[in-house]
């Protein structure tokens, strides 16, 4: 079994900055990639950033391209999702996960994910 844990959400107001961290433990870490979604009020969880753990390619919902980075530490089993120009609709909670060991191509959905964090509040206020 494998546990996420989010941490770095808070408030800020519009054009600010966080820095999310998902630190991975449990059993012996292995992932295809590592995913960033988040969840607002009444919406749908959507998808945010992935990172492919081995090439550390990256990829980036429209949405908050240009303005987040995702990231890895590979010897500490961490994500990290930098988050600049902050506006209130990126109020969310963000969610970590972990992909499937067989799932291949660009990693969007929720299907392509076997391990989710608990989830951070981020709120920005305008």
């Known amino acids: 079994q494998v546990q996420l844990v989010e941490s770095g959400g808070g408030l800020v107001q519009a054009g600010g900055s966080l820095r999310l961290s998902c630190a991975a433990s449990?059993?012996?870490?292995?992932?295809?990639?590592m995913g960033w979604f988040r969840q607002g009020s009444g919406k749908e969880r959507e998808f945010v950033a992935l990172?492919?753990?081995?090439?550390?390619?990256?990829y980036y919902a429209d949405s908050v391209k240009g303005r987040f980075t995702i990231s890895r530490d590979s010897a500490k089993n961490t994500v990290y999702l930098q988050m600049n120009s902050l506006k209130p609709e990126d109020t969310a909670v963000y969610y970590c996960?972990?992909?499937?060991?067989?799932?291949?191509?660009?990693?969007?959905?929720?299907?392509?994910?076997?391990?989710w964090g608990q989830g951070t509040q981020v709120t920005v206020s305008s």
């Open positions: 996960a972990a992909a499937r060991p067989d799932r291949l191509g660009v990693l969007t959905s929720d299907y392509d994910y076997e391990y």
């Open positions: 990172i492919y753990w081995s090439s550390r390619s990256t």
């Open positions: 449990g059993r012996t870490f292995s992932t295809v990639g």
